[in-house]
């Protein structure tokens, strides 16, 4: 069996019990998804490498304590860890970046630097409500899909399998949520910035 074919959770579990190679073809298979996010937000190739390095000795220090609870979601947990990263990059430097996303439509993505006041907290959170009753809004089936991808975190695959469908329908789906749910902001001419 080819070990570039073996899933990521094998091969972490592979790591754990001490197989080098297994975190080997992990980085090799994500690195290059990892580190264009990281540029993404830093936009330095420097600091992008350091970020890229410091989640991986995250990763290996997380795998060796033994604190890696599996779920099989490897590569969105170390994009969480890389994320951050990134995150505590800009609070060193007092400067937080606008982070924008380019796939999905994650309106909850709310960054906190740890100074903001008690009044931005209550607007975040009156916000937040706002959107969960906007998503109220949708039709069953896509609100299921936005719910599970979005608050639940889970994959299109996971999505598919716990609702019965194909996974092309559920990203079809997500897709027609996400396009009712702009129409429902500018119905009530809402305004989600911060």
Same mark, same amino acid.
């Given at each position: 069996?080819?070990?570039? $074919? @073996?899933?990521?959770?094998?091969?972490? &579990?592979?790591?754990?019990?001490?197989?080098?190679?297994?975190?080997?073809?992990?980085?090799?298979?994500? &690195?290059?998804?990892?580190?264009? %996010?990281?540029?993404?937000? @830093?936009?330095? *190739?420097?600091?992008? /490498?350091? =970020?890229?390095?410091?989640?991986?000795?995250?990763?290996? *220090?997380?795998?060796?304590?033994?604190?890696? $609870?599996?779920?099989?979601?490897?590569? !969105?947990? @170390?994009?969480?860890? #890389?994320?951050?990263?990134?995150?505590?990059?800009?609070?060193?430097?007092? *400067?937080? !970046?606008?982070?924008?996303?380019?796939? +999905?439509?994650?309106?909850? +993505?709310?960054?906190?630097?740890?100074?903001?006041?008690?009044?931005?907290?209550? =607007?975040?959170?009156?916000?937040?409500?706002? @959107?969960?009753?906007?998503? /109220? /809004?949708? !039709? #069953?089936?896509?609100?299921?899909?936005?719910?599970?991808?979005? %608050?639940?975190?889970?994959? %299109?695959?996971?999505?598919?399998?716990?609702?019965?469908?194909? =996974?092309?329908?559920?990203?079809?789906?997500?897709?027609?949520?996400?396009?009712?749910?702009?129409?429902? =902001? +500018?119905?009530?001419?809402?305004?989600?910035?911060?």
């Amino acid at each position: 069996m080819n070990i570039e $074919n @073996v899933q990521d959770a094998v091969l972490v &579990k592979q790591y754990i019990n001490g197989s080098e190679k297994g975190l080997e073809v992990l980085i090799t298979r994500h &690195k290059q998804r990892i580190y264009s %996010f990281i540029f993404s937000k @830093v936009m330095d *190739r420097d600091i992008t /490498e350091d =970020i890229f390095q410091d989640t991986f000795i995250k990763v290996i *220090r997380t795998l060796k304590k033994g604190k890696y $609870n599996e779920e099989g979601k490897f590569l !969105p947990w @170390v994009m969480r860890i #890389a994320h951050n990263l990134v995150i505590d990059h800009f609070r060193r430097n007092k *400067r937080m !970046p606008k982070f924008q996303s380019r796939n +999905d439509f994650d309106i909850f +993505d709310v960054i906190s630097d740890g100074e903001e006041s008690m009044e931005y907290d209550m =607007i975040t959170n009156q916000m937040h409500e706002d @959107v969960r009753k906007l998503v /109220e /809004e949708l !039709p #069953a089936d896509q609100k299921e899909v936005l719910t599970m991808r979005i %608050f639940k975190e889970m994959s %299109f695959k996971e999505i598919a399998a716990c609702t019965d469908v194909s =996974i092309n329908t559920a990203l079809g789906r997500m897709r027609y949520a996400l396009i009712n749910l702009r129409k429902v =902001i +500018d119905k009530h001419n809402i305004v989600l910035t911060r």
